[in-house]
């Protein structure tokens, strides 16, 4: 082999260029000069050498320090940063230390709740078997994982996880579960010959991939690719290459804290200029008058609103059984237009189960899912009992037999221990009314041919009590049919087989995306001890065919009718095939399920014709990891928030790169899990709506929160604009209006966050993810109100200097004044398209009325308690100014009322609605 052959290329073929898997046995053994004793321990080290130890590498996370200091990187908090700096060197300690404080709590917020760091591809490296078996020069033995290298021969028996990739050289009955590479819930049958170049990945059947479970049978490979190399490896390679997308909520926060940042700094410059230049001002004074105006300007307590109304959307789902891993996760769902979902384990059971019975002339349809003997077997309409069909029994009973696999109720749940096919027709035999434990011992096995995908079936030899014997055959009909001599054709016995019939029967079942399998019975041999092929390869008698499919779970089916409404597309995307993936789609009810595109068909399609046929199609099939990936990014690059479904390693990449990904918490991997901002712990499709409904909640509430802080700000800003240009004395110090934004401001936000969800919020369609925060009416809300704010604020600090108070005590009328306002403000803001005059909505919700007791309390002891004077310079007012102060309030509160009745008013007019719509006097 080349030396300077790169790792990846050992999955995909050798040094001539060939795939491994297309390759014969002797060739590949060959390309190592490796024999049937496999490598001596001297060849293995000089291996480990050249391509290092059979593990994926370690990246490494960034540290405490790193995250602590990640948090300050903000717009705003730079600008609070550089006030913070200047103020320190002017002298006024105060006012630097309460800015730094403000920054270094925003940091702590950030830092605690951002969560542990990002370790989807340690997960995988875990996936790793911890030891193998090998042949080294000709001798067996135990060697942990890592220690494997391209040219060892590997031997596999039931229950081992796969430690490397292996060109299989030898297969006896050898099944592997590939479901955490390519989604495909059935074990796949294992073989030692060739298989074409093109074969897709779940096609490879004469490959074993490294992280898969062997799930029967026995096998010995030859390892071709160890650590990066694997096919595991590249999934760990495309995670480090994608790139993980950020919120839209995120994308507009950065947006909106870039434009205000340049208002702010634009009129901090102006003022400065003008109160320098122009006004002749010292500059120490001016500055300290600009720093209050741009302390005024900042949201302060937005980020923590933003963190504290995010963290309670993430209790509310935790309750749900839905663990948010990052926190903007969350909101994201809210604008999520596109679920693509992965099938096995996520839309479906992960379960197979029988769906359906054919026999000679009667279809049979089998209710119940997964491995629980509950349900029952019909007959069109009506329900039917076995007792009454001897060909159902006779088909339930040879399923029984004829199978490797054993079911029981462990922890009060039923699991099989075997193929998970042969599961299901235990399952099939027990509801068709078989006793499994008393059937066996009446006939019990005396030999058996294993299942080969060579020869394509099982037969089983019994002998019963009664001196009777059976041979019960089972395999793909394709393999049985041309067994078969005769069929059983119900009250007339057996009869001379039809093949056509069958094989339109098995096509007839197979397009309703089942797997299908054949069930034949030889009892004319009651001489035979011994099971050999010449007593099976002809001469059988055709019970029947039994139609097997994973199902989809009942609530996927409701949850995809409610993701639907809500206006958001569900896409499957499964590495299963075509027709199983187009019959559960039909099922789910999704919308554009009448074509599938295919894995190797999206590898044919460039990127902008991908774009397009992504939201054309619904249903994709035999996709591989980089498939799931492209569509993801195609859908967003037309403009789609997309939330990701899935619970295997290939899910993974697709996971990270999504808006949102979802991981399934119980059938999932852990590098699905990592790799996802959520995880299902009930593995339920259903929550994903519920989710959604969550996320719109927190974005409506965090809008609210936005437009109540906002006014706020404005109209400090305001007035301290208003104050330096006219020459005015500033009616609110800088540190006083930091306690403002960041204790009556934030705890009256707050509020906001436990707000109920709007009525009609599932059945609106999503939200853009470009639409701004700062909407039309959102601007003039801010607008509005912030001048009200200004008119209070000014008001009162002149009535109470007009009055004789000092210029202590107007100031401490003023911030008063503007605390009051926020409180009646708060309830005009809990309805911002309805009344807020009613006996319900004054009564408020137990978190507005703890948020107004608080803040009564903490503005009681701003102005009456001695060591606030220290830092904040306030002082105590009478009870006359007291009651003028909450007089300011409820005539704000009905100046919002009339205006929310012209803009509704105006807003109807132009849409040409009805302004008082039912739905909206329901809310509370």
Not at 706 to 734: K, Y
Request: charged share 20%; proline share 5%; aromatic share 4%.
């Amino acid at each position: 082999m080349k030396d300077n052959q790169t790792r990846g290329d050992y999955i995909r073929q050798d040094s001539s260029g060939t795939p491994w898997h297309s390759r014969p046995v002797a060739d590949a053994l060959k390309a190592f000069g490796v024999g049937s004793e496999g490598l001596t321990e001297a060849e293995a080290a000089e291996q480990r050498k050249r391509h290092g130890p059979n593990r994926l590498p370690a990246p490494k996370p960034p540290g405490p320090l790193a995250r602590f200091l990640r948090q300050f990187h903000n717009l705003l908090i730079y600008v609070l940063i550089a006030a913070a700096t200047v103020t320190a060197a002017l002298g006024h300690l105060v006012d630097t230390l309460v800015i730094a404080a403000v920054v270094l709590v925003n940091a702590v917020i950030g830092f605690v709740q951002e969560g542990r760091a990002e370790g989807a591809l340690s997960a995988i490296r875990d996936m790793l078997a911890p030891d193998a078996r090998v042949l080294r020069h000709g001798r067996r033995h135990t060697v942990p994982a890592e220690a494997l290298v391209p040219g060892d021969i590997v031997l596999l028996e039931p229950g081992d996880r796969v430690p490397a990739d292996l060109r299989l050289t030898a297969t006896n009955s050898l099944r592997v579960q590939e479901a955490v590479l390519t989604g495909e819930s059935v074990a796949v049958e294992k073989g030692a010959d060739p298989v074409p170049a093109d074969a897709a990945l779940g096609d490879r059947r004469s490959m074993a991939f490294s992280g898969t479970l062997v799930a029967a049978g026995r096998g010995q490979g030859l390892v071709v690719a160890t650590g990066a190399a694997t096919e595991i490896g590249r999934i760990s390679g495309l995670l480090k290459s994608v790139e993980t997308g950020t919120t839209p909520l995120l994308k507009q926060m950065e947006v909106f804290a870039r434009g205000l940042t340049v208002v702010i700094l634009a009129l901090a410059a102006l003022i400065l200029a003008f109160g320098f230049f122009g006004a002749g001002l010292p500059f120490s004074e001016i500055f300290m008058a600009v720093v209050g105006l741009t302390v005024a300007a900042i949201p302060e307590g937005l980020p923590a609103i933003l963190t504290v109304t995010l963290a309670i959307g993430v209790q509310l789902m935790a309750k749900r059984r839905a663990i948010v891993r990052r926190l903007p996760a969350i909101e994201a769902l809210g604008s999520v237009s596109v679920i693509c979902s992965d099938k096995t384990g996520t839309l479906t059971r992960n379960e197979m189960t029988v769906a359906s019975v054919a026999t000679a002339k009667r279809l049979f349809a089998v209710s119940g899912a997964g491995y629980a003997p509950v349900g029952g077997i019909s007959l069109g309409e009506r329900e039917v009992s076995a007792s009454d069909y001897p060909l159902l029994a006779d088909v339930a009973l040879g399923a029984a037999l004829c199978n490797d696999a054993d079911l029981a109720m462990t922890d009060g749940d039923w699991r099989i221990d075997g193929d998970p096919m042969e599961g299901a027709l235990l399952t099939f035999a027990c509801k068709a009314g078989l006793d499994l434990d008393a059937l066996r011992k009446a006939n019990p096995r005396t030999d058996a041919i294993p299942f080969d995908a060579q020869h394509r079936f099982m037969a089983t030899l019994h002998h019963d009590h009664a001196g009777g014997t059976a041979i019960h055959v089972k395999g793909a009909p394709e393999r049985i049919i041309p067994m078969c001599t005769s069929a059983h054709g119900e009250e007339d016995g057996a009869q001379p087989i039809d093949p056509d019939y069958w094989t339109r029967r098995a096509q007839e079942i197979a397009e309703r995306g089942q797997r299908v399998i054949a069930i034949a019975l030889r009892s004319d041999v009651s001489d035979r001890r011994r099971l050999t092929f010449s007593a099976v390869e002809g001469g059988l008698t055709l019970l029947g065919l039994v139609g097997l499919i994973d199902p989809p779970r009942d609530e996927a089916v409701a949850a995809v009718a409610e993701c639907q409404s809500a206006g958001i597309r569900v896409k499957m995307i499964t590495g299963d095939h075509a027709g199983t993936a187009m019959a559960i789609a039909r099922e789910l009810g999704l919308e554009r399920s009448t074509e599938v595109l295919t894995g190797a068909e999206i590898d044919c399609l460039d990127d902008a014709a991908l774009r397009t046929r992504a939201l054309q199609v619904d249903v994709f099939a035999r996709t591989s990891p980089e498939n799931k990936l492209r569509l993801v990014e195609a859908l967003q690059a037309m403009g789609q928030t997309v939330a990701m479904t899935g619970d295997g390693v290939n899910d993974a990449p697709a996971l990270k790169r999504a808006d949102i990904g979802v991981a399934m918490g119980r059938t999932g991997t852990e590098a699905a899990k990592e790799a996802a901002e959520i995880v299902l712990a009930d593995d339920n499709f259903a929550t994903i709506a519920a989710a959604v409904r969550s996320g719109r909640t927190v974005y409506d509430n965090l809008k609210k929160a936005i437009v109540f802080l906002l006014p706020v700000n404005g109209g400090e800003a305001l007035a301290l604009i208003i104050a330096l240009l006219l020459g005015l004395t500033l009616p609110i110090t800088p540190v006083q209006i930091l306690w403002v934004n960041m204790v009556s401001s934030v705890v009256l936000a707050m509020a906001l966050a436990f707000e109920a969800a709007e009525p009609n919020i599932m059945r609106r369609p999503p939200r853009p993810a470009d639409e701004p925060i700062l909407s039309r009416f959102v601007l003039w809300r801010v607008g509005f109100v912030s001048l009200l704010f200004c008119l209070g604020i000014f008001g009162m600090f002149t009535h109470a200097m007009d009055r004789g108070a000092s210029l202590e005590e107007a100031r401490t009328v003023a911030v008063n004044t503007l605390v009051v306002m926020e409180i009646f403000y708060l309830f005009s803001v809990r309805f911002l398209n309805s009344s807020s005059l009613s006996l319900k909505a004054m009564l408020g919700t137990p978190p507005v009325l703890i948020a107004i007791t608080a803040v009564t309390a903490l503005q009681l002891a701003f102005t009456y308690a001695p060591f606030m004077e220290l830092f904040f310079d306030t002082r105590p007012i009478g009870v006359a100014q007291g009651l003028m102060i909450l007089a300011v309030g409820p005539v704000l509160l009905l100046l919002l009322e009339v205006e929310k009745q012209v803009v509704r008013a105006l807003r109807s007019r132009s849409q040409g609605i009805d302004p008082n719509p039912p739905e909206t006097q329901k809310r509370s």
